[in-house]
């Protein structure tokens, strides 16, 4: 009995570790699969701050993977889209897109070290099955940054990585079903 509850003890305290490690440490999403050709919701977690100062700037780096980004407004904060001109055009619903979103920027906020917060938008995926879409994200502090977009290398473990970009596994929409 002792010794089961010392494997459990050592158990917990592992995964606590661990999960403190990892969440605390790097921006990510709080769902990292979505089908291909659904409407993903993303919740980007931002953890901390930057040694210690309050964020004021998340950007994200939306791949062209995701289309029709439109992100949620926060409060306190201001909200800009940057669009680009697409090489070429998709098909959304009967109507051409010759432009799209490639960069959501909310600034002007203030989210102290303290603290985390999430920063949401909803995107149509347009991902092949098997395929990782990164989303490279730059988080502005008062003093310093972090630049999240570090790719793993083929094989490479992305958690090997100092600063990870988000990563979101991209499914079959037959998938479970």
Not at 77 to 85: A, G, Q, R
Request: a negative charge; hydrophobic letters at 35%; aromatic letters at 8%.
């Amino acid at each position: 009995m002792k010794n089961c509850f010392s494997t459990a003890l050592c158990a917990v305290a592992l995964i606590g570790a661990s999960y403190t490690g990892s969440a605390s440490a790097h921006t990510s999403l709080e769902t990292t699969t979505a089908a291909t050709d659904s409407t993903y919701k993303a919740v980007l977690r931002v953890g901390h701050g930057c040694e210690g100062q309050p964020t004021h700037t998340v950007k994200i780096l939306v791949p062209p993977q995701l289309r029709r980004a439109k992100p949620m407004p926060k409060a306190g904060w201001s909200l800009e889209v940057v669009k680009e001109k697409l090489d070429e055009p998709f098909d959304y619903y009967g109507q051409s897109i010759t432009e799209d979103v490639r960069e959501i920027i909310w600034s002007a906020g203030n989210l102290p070290d303290d603290f985390y917060d999430e920063f949401v938008f909803r995107a149509k995926v347009a991902g092949e099955p098997g395929q990782t879409l990164y989303l490279k994200t730059i988080q502005e502090c008062a003093q310093g940054e972090h630049r999240w977009i570090e790719i793993p290398k083929a094989g490479q473990d992305r958690h090997e990585l100092e600063q990870p970009a988000p990563a979101l596994e991209v499914t079959d929409k037959h998938a479970g079903h």
